[in-house]
């Protein structure tokens, strides 16, 4: 079984631009969590979607945002790039009702 | 707001013994917590899952203690080898598939 994929796996972009980040969950998953992760925050959440709702938020701006498709996959945005954007995107994907999160490889996006 | 420790951010230990990781945690009450091991340039892989009412659990050579007065968690790693050297994370459900991490403990096994 495939695991998560997410594209792109690197990213570089200039402070004011905006990315898409893109997300595939495991067959049969259909709930989506994206994260940030840097070296002096950790894993901080983003939002969670399940069957193409945002169920959860985290405490982020509202430059970013996020939406699931009907097959489950996702994608993030972040409009008006700030140089502390720079982090490793993480998308984690888990059956309905399950407790494991299945994580992808991330996209490491660099802003400068 | 959710405050999650992890000891030490880096913990060397000696190949064959057994390593210790803490995680503590402040204001919330999950209804269970999870054990991760990521390794460097990877996405998080994850190790076990205990619920509150759930004292110990374990998976071959990982062992993971839960207590809810403490609100502490130890994972334990015995006979350890140099295969086992990553950055551990510690995760709290918080409500509605909503996780907190902590920031990690980097474990090196020295042969």
């Known amino acids: 079984k495939a695991g998560v994929t997410q594209t792109p796996r690197y990213l570089i972009k200039t402070r004011g631009q905006q990315v898409t980040l893109s997300c595939s969950p495991i067959?049969?998953?259909?709930?989506v969590s994206w994260y940030q992760q840097t070296p002096g925050q950790g894993l901080q959440f983003l939002f969670e979607?399940?069957?193409?709702?945002?169920?959860n938020k985290g405490n982020f701006p509202g430059r970013f945002s996020g939406r699931q498709f009907s097959n489950s996959r996702s994608e993030m945005n972040v409009s008006t790039l700030e140089l502390g954007d720079s982090a490793l995107y993480l998308c984690a994907s888990s059956f309905p009702g399950g407790d494991e999160q299945y994580f992808g490889p991330g996209t490491r996006l660099t802003v400068t | 707001s959710q405050k999650i420790e992890q000891n030490s951010e880096a913990l060397n230990i000696q190949e064959g013994k057994t390593a210790t990781l803490t995680c503590n945690y402040t204001n919330y009450s999950p209804a269970y917590l999870q054990w991760y091991r990521q390794d460097p340039g990877r996405g998080p892989v994850f190790l076990l899952l205990?619920?509150?009412?759930?004292k110990e659990k374990r998976k071959e050579r990982l062992k993971v203690t839960f207590d809810t007065t403490l609100k502490q968690s130890l994972f334990h790693i015995t006979a350890s080898q140099p295969a086992d050297s990553a950055t551990y994370l510690c995760?709290?459900?918080?409500?509605?598939?909503?996780?907190?991490f902590g920031t990690g403990t980097s474990l090196t096994v020295i042969p």
């Open positions: 979607y399940f069957s193409e709702t945002q169920r």
């Open positions: 995760a709290l459900e918080v409500g509605g598939n909503q996780f907190y």
């Open positions: 205990i619920r509150e009412n759930e």
């Open positions: 067959s049969g998953h259909r709930s």
